[in-house]
T-cell receptor
Framework: DAKTTQPPSMDCAEGRAANLPCNHS???????VYWYRQIHSQGPQYIIHGLKNNETNEMASLIITEDRKSSTLILPHATLRDTAVYYC????????????FGKGNQVVVIP | DSGVTQTPKHLITATGQRVTLRCSPR?????VYWYQQSLDQGLQFLIQ???????AKGNILERFSAQQFPDLHSELNLSSLELGDSALYFC??????????FGNGTRLTVT
């Protein structure tokens, strides 16, 4: 599986947009970028995924660079409940659908 | 609520014992995945079942086994338990090529 690189931790201000970066420079053409988060020992929660176009849903937006070597997850208005470990994962379409989690990015939303 | 149900929520047992963790996937999901999360290892993929058949194996010990039943629920059996098996065990489910949705886990404590 292609690997991803995220900062180990970051702080965000409550009410502001939180921009979470991820590098995946060895991503293959058939690999999607997935984002999950884990709030304090709860099960990982699916946020969003994309291939090469930008995606938006009710939780977040995903911006993928044109060369697909990096992406940014945007939480438009961070709240204290967004404090969590965020995982950026690349996953091939088809074949083995398992997710390989790295260490993630511990995001703390500060009042 | 992800729709994935795991029981029990907590389990405390002694070394050498055997336990069974249960997972009910989301309605319609044919794939079930098991993950282990310990403090020093992060989220580790153990095994995947698809419609009753084993599809992929990860870092699963020989003392551990799993199965998926005709009603699609799955059980993870852990035997000859050691202190190091203390961890959170998560189950996830999906349909083919769709995002995985995780349950809230079973916290196993081996004393």
């Amino acid at each position: 599986d292609a690997k991803t690189t995220q900062p180990p931790s970051m702080d965000c201000a409550e009410g502001r947009a939180a921009n979470l970066p991820c590098n995946h420079s060895t991503i293959s053409g058939n690999e999607y970028v997935y984002w999950y988060r884990q709030i304090h020992s709860q099960g990982p929660q699916y946020i969003i995924h994309g291939l090469k176009n930008n995606e938006t849903n009710e939780m977040a937006s995903l911006i993928i660079t044109e060369d697909r070597k990096s992406s940014t997850l945007i939480l438009p208005h961070a709240t204290l409940r967004d404090t969590a470990v965020y995982y950026c994962i690349v996953r091939p379409w088809g074949g083995n659908n398992r997710l390989a989690f790295g260490k993630g990015n511990q995001v703390v939303v500060i009042p | 609520d992800s729709g994935v149900t795991q029981t029990p929520k907590h389990l405390i047992t002694a070394t050498g014992q055997r336990v069974t963790l249960r997972c009910s996937p989301r309605s319609g999901d044919l794939s079930v995945y098991w993950y282990q999360q310990s403090l020093d290892q992060g989220l580790q993929f153990l095994i995947q079942y698809y419609n009753g058949e084993e599809r992929a194996k990860g870092n699963i010990l020989e003392r551990f086994s799993a199965q998926q039943f005709p009603d699609l629920h799955s059980e993870l059996n852990l035997s000859s338990l050691e202190l190091g098996d203390s961890a959170l065990y998560f189950c996830a489910s999906s349909v083919e090529n769709s995002p995985l949705h995780f349950g809230n886990g079973t916290r196993l404590t081996v004393t």
